[in-house]
C-alpha cells in the first residue's frame, strides 16, 4: 500500500539462531527436571511424616498400654526429624544450588521423544563453546564408554 508505512518486526517476533533455541529448550528441561525431583522428594516428604504419625498415634493409643514416656515421645520425634532433616538438605537444599547438566537433559527430552533418535544427545557433547561443566561430562562419558565395550566383548 502506498500510505502505509513499513515498520520492523518487534523483538518478541524476530527468529533465534537454533543454538539458542535448543539452549532456551535445554534450559527449561532443566528447571523442569529440578523442579519435579525437588516436588516429588517434598511429597515423599510430606508422606513420610504423616505415615509416621500415623504409626506413632496407633502404638501410642492402642498397642502399648499407658503409651510411650515423653523422653520416648522425644527421641522418636527427634529421630524423624533428623531423617527429614537429612533428605530435605540432600535432596531439596542441595539440588536448589547445582546445575543439572546440559548432556542429562538432553537425555531426559530424547527419552521423552525417541523419533529424536539421540540427534539432540550428540548435538550437545559435540557442539562448539560448550562450558567447563560440558567438558567435564564429555570426559566422564568418554571414560565409562571403553569399560561397557569391553566388558560387552567378554559377553560375546
Not at 520492523?8 to 527449561?28: H, I, R, T
Request: aromatic share 8%.
Amino acid at each position: 500500500m502506498a500510505g502505509t508505512p513499513q515498520t520492523a518486526a518487534p523483538v518478541s517476533k524476530q527468529y533465534v539462531d537454533y543454538d539458542e533455541y535448543v539452549d532456551f529448550q535445554l534450559e527449561k528441561a532443566r528447571n523442569h527436571i529440578k523442579a519435579t525431583d525437588i516436588f516429588t522428594t517434598l511429597t515423599t516428604l510430606a508422606a513420610a511424616f504423616i505415615g509416621y504419625l500415623l504409626v506413632f498415634v496407633v502404638c501410642d493409643q492402642w498397642l502399648l498400654e499407658g503409651g510411650f514416656s515423653d523422653w520416648a515421645r522425644m527421641a522418636l520425634l527427634a529421630i524423624v526429624v533428623a531423617g527429614l532433616g537429612t533428605v530435605l538438605a540432600r535432596r531439596v537444599i542441595v539440588p536448589l544450588v547445582r546445575r543439572i547438566h546440559p548432556l542429562y537433559a538432553a537425555r531426559m527430552i530424547e527419552q521423552a521423544d525417541p523419533e529424536l533418535k539421540s540427534n539432540l544427545l550428540n548435538f550437545v557433547r559435540h557442539r562448539p563453546g560448550a562450558d567447563a561443566t560440558d567438558d567435564r561430562g564429555r570426559r566422564s562419558w568418554s571414560r565409562r564408554r571403553p569399560r561397557r565395550n569391553r566388558l560387552h566383548h567378554h559377553r560375546s
